[in-house]
């Protein structure tokens, strides 16, 4: 069975904290993604990567950065949390052709920032 | 602009009604590739389809079908003899040619299939 697993399913956290969300594929993919799901808003790209230390902004990239230095790693830091990244978060990888490639996701991570 | 919009935020229905979720999507590009998302209550999105915008076919599988119209921007999902597993939220999403990192999705539809 392919996966991808998030390190954490809930988090709280104080604000100005470094958080940490570390997400993990089992199938070899390329290209890895972090998006942000709000209510009414769906989800929003905020990074990808579509290679080994290779990053790109999305959609929503300020106050995150990423780091990938391994293939199958790909992890999304908040360096100084703030309560408008309370929110929950969802990574997703793909494989195939980059037009029709289906992203496959993890169950995602809920933060909440105090 | 793209955009996707599925102007349905919940709906509820009692197990064994059709169902159909609208998803409604702008792109200036004449190529582009329109796909369904399931979220079940666990939280993972699942791929149930992809459309390519030159296959206007309908398609079905199982109790889902999917009705692609050009002509109207459209991309809407039915649910036929809906069941309570069905519950979850759906979205839809839009991939343009112009980037095939980015995947535009709607702001979800949740369905609520009572007992």
């Known amino acids: 069975d392919v996966k991808v697993t998030q390190s954490s399913r809930y988090l709280v956290k104080r604000t100005g904290e470094k958080v940490f969300l570390e997400c993990v594929q089992d199938?070899?993919?390329?290209?890895m993604f972090w998006y942000r799901q709000d209510p009414g808003l769906g989800l929003r790209l905020i990074y990808f990567s579509y290679d080994v230390k290779m990053k790109e902004k999305g959609d929503i990239p300020e106050g995150y950065s990423v780091s990938r230095e391994k293939k199958e790693r790909f992890s999304l830091i908040l360096e100084s949390a703030s309560t408008n990244q309370t929110s929950m978060y969802l990574c997703?990888?793909?494989?195939?052709?980059?037009?029709?490639?289906?992203?496959?996701f993890g169950e995602g991570s809920r933060l909440t920032v105090l | 602009a793209q955009k996707v919009t599925q102007a349905q935020t919940e709906i509820s229905v009692v197990e064994k009604e059709d169902v159909t979720l609208d998803c409604v999507y702008e792109?200036?590009?004449?190529?582009?590739?329109l796909f369904w998302y399931k979220q079940p209550p666990s939280g993972e999105l699942v791929f149930l389809i992809r459309r390519n915008s030159f296959d206007e076919q309908n398609e079905i599988s199982g109790r889902y079908s999917w009705n692609f119209q050009k002509s109207t921007s459209s991309f809407n999902f039915t649910i036929t003899a809906s069941q309570v597993v069905d519950s979850a939220v759906y979205f839809c999403a839009l991939r343009p040619m112009d980037s095939s990192y980015k995947l535009i999705f709607g702001s979800g539809t949740r369905l609520l299939v009572r007992p």
């Open positions: 792109t200036r590009d004449t190529t582009y590739y």
């Open positions: 199938m070899d993919h390329e290209n």
């Open positions: 997703a990888s793909r494989g195939g052709d980059r037009y029709t490639g289906e992203l496959f």
